[in-house]
């Protein structure tokens, strides 16, 4: 489950950044920058009880 939620905030990291050089869109690109941010701080909080 940890490396699931890795792979998906890596996912999010890299599609944040393709959207912050490509795009100019506002919402999306932050919104995809929290997620990413939720992702690994779940992922941590879960390594640490394990």
């Known amino acids: 489950m940890r490396s699931i939620l890795y792979i998906i905030a890596v996912i999010l990291v890299i599609g944040w950044l393709i959207g912050a050089f490509a795009y100019s869109a506002t919402g999306i690109i932050h919104v995809l ?3 990413a941010i939720i992702s690994f701080l779940v992922g941590f909080i879960r390594r ?3």
Do not use: Y
């Open 48 to 50: 640490g009880k394990v």
């Open 33 to 35: 920058l929290v997620l």
